[in-house]
């Protein structure tokens, strides 16, 4: 499914693609419809996905986990340490990180 790079714009954009992308017949996405049952969680092998733009999420969440299992979890808690020591702004009206695929986090675990 990789081919050219794919940032996705938030967390429910990645569902998405992730979700089109296990539905696929072929290595190529096709539309798809329906609701999605997908939880992504440390240790899932991204299958569309180079980069993210999120926002920062609440503690213990499901974003949470999603992003860790995108970045890392260590490189992720390192970025949240930082935003809470420059006091950035979390949560829907915060501020906004870009994080490029850590390839070695579905080997991490917390």
């Known amino acids: 499914m990789r081919g050219n790079r ?3 714009v938030g967390t429910t954009s990645v569902r998405s693609l992730e979700s089109a992308a296990q539905a696929a017949k072929s290595d190529l996405i096709e539309p798809f419809f329906g609701d999605t ?5 440390p ?4 299958k569309v996905i180079d980069a993210l733009i999120t926002n ?3 503690p213990e969440s499901t974003l949470i986990m999603l992003v ?5 979890y260590q490189h992720t ?3 949240y340490k930082t935003a809470v020591e420059q006091k950035y702004r979390f949560f829907s009206y915060g501020d906004a990180m870009f994080i490029t695929y850590n390839p070695q986090a579905i080997f991490e675990r917390p």
Do not use: D
Not at 37 to 41: E, L, V
Not at 43 to 46: K, L, W
Not at 68 to 72: D, I, L, N
């Open 6 to 8: 794919v940032i996705a």
């Open 37 to 41: 049952q997908i939880f992504i969680y």
């Open 43 to 46: 240790g899932y092998q991204y």
């Open 56 to 58: 920062f999420h609440l």
């Open 68 to 72: 860790s299992a995108f970045a890392g």
């Open 77 to 79: 808690m390192n970025a």
